[in-house]
């Protein structure tokens, strides 16, 4: 077993930051060879200046180097920046790389607020005003490839383009219920979403054994869902204030404002986007990729055979290069 120091020390440099008075954990790898080649230009400078350079360095933003264009890492429900342990220092070795945990999750401030995508994207967007303030590529897992999506819209001056791993779409829920069952509906997330239960449900739902088994829907390979896995997952929800924030998150994502429609936002989109599905993903159908294609052309889609809902941690080796080379494709 892998021990916490081991996946800790594959994360990067871990920092918090306070946003809108929330307490915020992000963490960053910057690529060595295109900070140091912004600052000074000349080869030699650049092998002089590896040898003497600290976290504190300070990057000069820059458009014309083919390997600067940054990254921000968006994990999925119930996940943090440890899950992209597998992914950081891959793609840290030719990008700078960033990763955030949501408001909500990870190391970040179980705030007992009124969760929404636009929330998030907010977070994103004033991460990137406070610390980057040029152009990213936003890469996403799950809700967080919905997050990098919703983003790209709203925010054109933040985004270049974005890669999603199994996108879902919660405003098909809507569209696929006839309109007279709505209300009827509505009544039944109303009596799901009573406190009492809700606290029954997370006491039951964080326990180690449980996410273990939820782990093995969403992996393909029962090989990926280790002991570190478990150990990232199951920290957070032990957290003050994890309850109360469960809460609310589980309120939020059953309401109909939770998030704007996929299916209206893609065909708006003129930027380089690559949609990642494993296709034994069980959690959102990876019939719906071919789907959400047809509404841009722009829309790259890539396939991973026996690959579950998470393609980054269970096939590390297959997205990293599927990313690096999309970008190499795309600059």
Known sequence: MKTAVNWQQRLGNQRDWVWRGWQIRYTYIRSEYSS?????????????????????????????HPNTTPLILLHGFGASIGHWRHNLEVLGEYHTVYALDMLGFGASEKAPVNYSVELWVEQVY?????????QVILVGNSIGSLIAL????????MVQGIV???????TLEQEALPTFLHPVVRVIKSIIASPLLLKALFRFLKRPGVLRRWASLAYSSQEAITDELIEILVGPPQD???????????KASIGVDFS????EILPNLTIPMLLIWGQKDRFVPPILASEFARYNDKLELLYLED???CPHDESPEQV????????QRNK
């Not at 919703?150 to 001056?157: F, G, M, R």
């Not at 999603?164 to 919660?170: A, F, I, V």
């Not at 003050?240 to 589980?250: D, E, K, V, W």
Request: proline share 9%.
């Open 164 to 170: 999603m791993m199994s996108l879902p779409d919660p």
């Open 320 to 327: 990293n290069k599927a990313i690096l080379d999309w970008i």
């Open 240 to 250: 003050r204030g994890s309850t109360r924030a469960f809460i609310a998150l589980f």
């Open 36 to 64: 140091v080649q912004r600052i000074f230009p000349q080869p030699q400078e650049i092998e002089d200046k590896k040898k003497n350079l600290s976290d504190n360095d300070f990057i000069i933003p820059s458009q014309n």
């Open 307 to 309: 690959v579950g809902h």
């Open 150 to 157: 919703v983003a790209a819209a709203v925010h054109p001056d």
């Open 126 to 134: 004033e991460f990137w005003q406070t610390f980057i303030r040029q």
């Open 260 to 263: 704007p429609s996929v299916k």
